[in-house]
């Protein structure tokens, strides 16, 4: 994490593993699919 540029070169696996992790935790604009399924979470707005 210190240094992505020298993460990227010598493994590029190990960034593809956390990037959907990222990607769904990047993505707060679900709030129709959290309404739609308020399983997962409950409704507190």
């Known amino acids: ?3 992505p540029l ?3 070169r010598s493994g590029p ?3 593809l593993v956390p990037d ?3 990607i769904l935790a990047e993505q ?3 709030d ?3 309404k739609a399924e308020p399983s997962h979470d409950p409704p507190t707005i």
Do not use: A, K
């Open 28 to 30: 707060p604009m679900l």
């Open 6 to 8: 020298g993460h990227d």
């Open 32 to 34: 129709e699919e959290i």
């Open 20 to 22: 959907e992790e990222i």
């Open 13 to 15: 696996s190990e960034p």
């Open 1 to 3: 994490m210190q240094t």
